[in-house]
């Protein structure tokens, strides 16, 4: 599978660009976001994200800029024990988490949504490894996924207190991130859906 998406945000100004695809072992996503935070500062931030066949996280980079302050980030899951590291130093706060959530992105929601394969009326937990956006502080998210329609989620973290629904093409790709992100993907070949 290769996809390539494109998303506007419609709570503050910015777009993002990016593409999935598949290698025998792993699902590759590759993305850049521009926009400006919601206290007016600009950024632009480059991510690649590396998870396993299953759609489990292994791999996370992120850099760029937040104004005039450069960013780089790398976060990795150790496939055997589970652990997780930030540029090379342990995080236990976030040892029993599957998925990485990028703050500043809809397309990490699509980890999980692939990876759990719910039917409809289905619902699961997930506990993810939150970047928080704009401080990049990393810690645990608690989230649920349930799935109401053959497009579309319910999802919630922080106890329900956040909750979103979110629309999906036939790959699981969010198309529309409740009233913050607006996007469409293009699938280009060996299309499998959900």
Same mark, same amino acid.
């Given at each position: 599978?290769? &996809?390539?998406?494109?998303?506007?945000?419609?709570?503050?100004?910015?777009?993002?660009?990016?593409?999935?695809?598949?290698?025998?072992?792993?699902?590759?996503?590759?993305?850049?976001?521009?926009?400006?935070?919601?206290?007016?500062?600009? $950024?632009?931030? /480059? $991510?690649? =994200?590396?998870? &396993?066949?299953? %759609?489990?996280?292994?791999?996370?980079?992120?850099?760029?800029?937040?104004?005039?302050?450069?960013?780089?980030? #790398?976060?990795?899951?150790?496939?055997?024990?589970?652990? %997780?590291?930030?540029?090379?130093?342990?995080? /236990?706060?976030? &040892? *029993?988490?599957?998925?990485?959530?990028?703050?500043?992105?809809?397309?990490?929601?699509? =980890?999980?949504? *692939?990876? @759990?394969? @719910?039917? #409809?009326?289905?619902?699961?937990?997930?506990?993810?490894?939150? =970047?928080?956006?704009?401080?990049?502080?990393?810690? +645990? =998210?608690?989230?649920? $996924?349930?799935?109401?329609?053959? %497009?579309? $989620? #319910?999802?919630?973290?922080?106890?329900?207190?956040? /909750?979103?629904? @979110?629309?999906?093409?036939?790959?699981?790709? +969010?198309? *529309?991130?409740? /009233?913050? %992100?607006?996007?469409?993907?293009?699938? @280009?070949?060996? *299309?499998?859906?959900?």
């Amino acid at each position: 599978m290769r &996809a390539e998406i494109q998303w506007r945000r419609l709570d503050q100004p910015a777009v993002e660009r990016a593409t999935i695809f598949s290698t025998k072992r792993a699902q590759i996503l590759e993305g850049l976001v521009d926009g400006t935070t919601k206290d007016g500062r600009s $950024y632009n931030l /480059r $991510y690649t =994200l590396r998870c &396993a066949g299953d %759609w489990t996280t292994r791999y996370a980079m992120v850099d760029g800029s937040i104004e005039q302050s450069p960013i780089k980030i #790398i976060v990795s899951r150790n496939p055997v024990t589970g652990a %997780w590291m930030r540029d090379g130093v342990p995080q /236990r706060q976030i &040892a *029993r988490c599957v998925d990485i959530d990028l703050g500043f992105s809809p397309i990490t929601n699509t =980890l999980p949504i *692939r990876r @759990l394969g @719910l039917g #409809i009326g289905q619902g699961a937990a997930v506990r993810a490894a939150w =970047l928080q956006f704009p401080d990049f502080e990393l810690e +645990v =998210l608690d989230q649920r $996924y349930e799935r109401v329609g053959r %497009w579309a $989620y #319910i999802y919630e973290s922080d106890g329900g207190r956040f /909750r979103a629904d @979110l629309e999906v093409d036939g790959m699981g790709i +969010v198309t *529309r991130y409740d /009233r913050y %992100w607006v996007g469409c993907a293009t699938i @280009l070949g060996n *299309r499998r859906s959900l």
